[in-house]
């Protein structure tokens, strides 16, 4: 396997090749991944989640997420590594080109996620202006749980679609070179897929976009609480946790994840 670069995951949305992607906080996880051949791995500030035990990502720090970044770099060798700016660290461009720093040089991400659409703008031209690739966040944004009223799907109207698609091309246009769209229905997961360059990474977005992430422990059934519709448990038949990995990067690649059931009208 030989480095993933931004170039790279752009190249295999120009070939029709599908990007997987997985969380990973730890170096112990990041290893497994990699030798299952995850194109990317995300530092998800889901790890508010799923290793703090926190009701939402909201209390996630940006020393947190260095901290978590840095432990995953040390296992990573192949993989491109994002991370996420964490809720309230990105408020202004300035506040932002700090966080990313300090995600890339004590980190060692080669790649910043934030949340939002419009109002970001300013902000992703500034990090990309200052060399800081960004991966942009649309559809459910989880920083925006308590604006949104809960855990929803979005885009389900006319009004909210083309606004999801505006905010993707103006995200492009401001030198996002990767989109995140989170639980959002399949058709216009698939119309902006079509309409971007940059590779589109889904989770509960159907299988049009160029890629796929889910969080690491919902795809190994380890999980607790209401499990998300758009989440598989690659466990059960796999043996292992390195055969389950194995197992979603093989659906993945072959479009055989997500199916219908996995994914929203
Ligand atoms: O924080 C996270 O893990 C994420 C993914 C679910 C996309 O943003």
Redesign the pocket.
């Known amino acids: 396997m030989s480095r993933k670069t931004i170039a790279t995951l752009m190249q295999m949305k120009m070939e029709g090749e599908k990007i997987t992607m997985l969380?990973s906080y730890d170096a112990s996880f990041t290893r497994v991944l990699e030798a299952a051949g995850v194109d990317s791995i995300?530092v998800?500030?889901?790890?508010g989640m799923v290793v703090q035990g926190q009701e939402s990502?909201l209390p996630v720090s940006v020393d947190e997420m260095v901290y978590h970044t840095r432990c995953v770099a040390r296992g990573r060798h192949e993989s491109l590594l994002i991370a996420?700016m964490p809720f309230m660290s990105y408020g202004s461009a300035e506040q932002a080109l700090s966080t990313a720093s300090r995600l890339m040089k004590e980190g060692g991400a080669h790649m910043v996620?934030l949340e939002g659409g419009a109002s970001q703008l300013e902000t992703v031209r500034q990090l990309t202006m200052n060399g800081i690739p960004v991966c942009a966040?649309l559809g459910l944004q989880?920083q925006s749980v308590h604006k949104l009223g809960g855990y929803r799907v979005q885009g389900k109207d006319q009004e909210s679609a083309r606004e999801i698609k505006e905010d993707a091309m103006a995200l492009e246009a401001a030198g996002a070179q990767m989109l995140?769209l989170?639980c959002v229905p399949s058709v216009l997961a698939a119309e902006i897929s079509r309409v971007l360059s940059i590779p589109v990474?889904g989770?509960g977005a159907g299988v049009d976009c160029d890629g796929q992430?889910?969080?690491v422990y919902d795809m190994l059934g380890i999980t607790s609480g209401r499990k998300p519709r758009f989440v598989k448990d690659f466990m059960p038949g796999a043996g292992s946790v390195q055969a389950a990995v194995s197992a979603y990067v093989q659906a993945v690649k072959e479009k055989r994840f997500p199916t219908e059931e996995h994914s929203f009208q």
Do not use: C
């Open positions: 969380t995300l998800g500030d889901s790890l990502t996420d996620k966040h989880p995140v989170e990474i989770i992430v889910l969080v």
